[in-house]
């Protein structure tokens, strides 16, 4: 039986393109059954609408400071299609504690930056300013505190020197798209074991792949 998703949005909705394309591939552990956005004019609604998903807005606007209705109306949904595993994808609402706790172990988040580093806000900008060389994304189950949780899947990327957070933004994008349906296919498959604050996937071996950036370097 394919699992149930939810994918929540709030505005362009690529990797929520991404998590559907993958989930029509009939070998797929999950199906999606639903794209919930919080904002009626997010871009993501009609793409979602295109490929055949049911979509759902519920405004958060209309709740004002009041996260708990909000998060009532978003449960019924939930339950009315009885959703198994929620996919934040670009969803700029905070949750509660309550809320996400209801669902931990059940709700991924992806961030562009290889997490713990630069949690937040213009991640991408804040890797440049740090100076490292290599960044990339993060697919993490959801806890109370904002971009962290336990790491389901990573992708790097090369930062190079004339990167603006723009670039390094299309180049971490690309390889987000290839991590989110990956580490869904994983999650719902039931490949990974929650052991405290980490996510194991006891079948996957590491790979001996190595990036290295600035590279290679000539003999000068
Ligand atoms: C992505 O970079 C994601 O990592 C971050 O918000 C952005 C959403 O982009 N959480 P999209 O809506 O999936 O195109």
Same mark, same amino acid.
């Not at 009939?26 to 999606?32: L, T, V």
């Not at 919080?38 to 871009?43: S, T």
């Not at 904002?146 to 790491?151: C, E, H, S």
């Given at each position: 039986m394919k699992r149930r998703v939810a994918i929540l949005i709030s505005g362009r909705g690529s990797n929520m393109a991404a998590l559907i394309d993958a989930a029509k =591939?009939?070998?797929?552990?999950?199906? &999606?059954a639903m794209v919930i956005s919080?904002?009626?004019?997010?871009?993501g609604l009609v793409t979602a609408s295109q490929s055949g998903v049911p979509t759902l807005t519920i405004e958060s606007k209309r709740f004002g400071k009041d996260r708990a209705a909000f998060e009532a109306a978003l449960q019924t949904a939930l339950d009315q299609h009885k959703v198994e595993l929620i996919c934040l994808a670009g969803f700029m609402r905070l949750l509660t504690a309550e809320f996400v706790q209801r669902w931990y172990g059940r709700m991924l988040n992806i961030h562009? *930056? =290889? =997490?713990? *580093?630069? #949690?937040? =806000?213009e991640p991408q900008a804040q890797a440049l300013r740090a100076g490292v060389k290599i960044s990339g994304a993060t697919v993490h189950f959801v806890i109370p505190?904002?971009?962290?949780? #336990? &790491?389901v899947m990573q992708g790097a990327v090369p930062v190079a020197d004339d990167d603006t957070p723009e670039t390094l933004a299309a180049r971490i994008l690309a390889v987000e798209h290839r991590i989110y349906p990956d580490a869904l296919r994983l999650v719902a498959g039931g490949g990974v074991r929650l052991e405290g604050d980490l996510c194991k996937a006891p079948a996957n071996v590491a790979r001996e792949d190595v990036l290295i950036a600035p590279g290679p370097v000539s003999p000068l």
């Open positions: =591939l009939s070998d797929f552990p999950a199906e &999606i919080n904002q009626p004019d997010a871009p562009p *930056s =290889l =997490l713990p *580093s630069f #949690p937040g =806000l505190e904002t971009d962290a949780g #336990p &790491i």
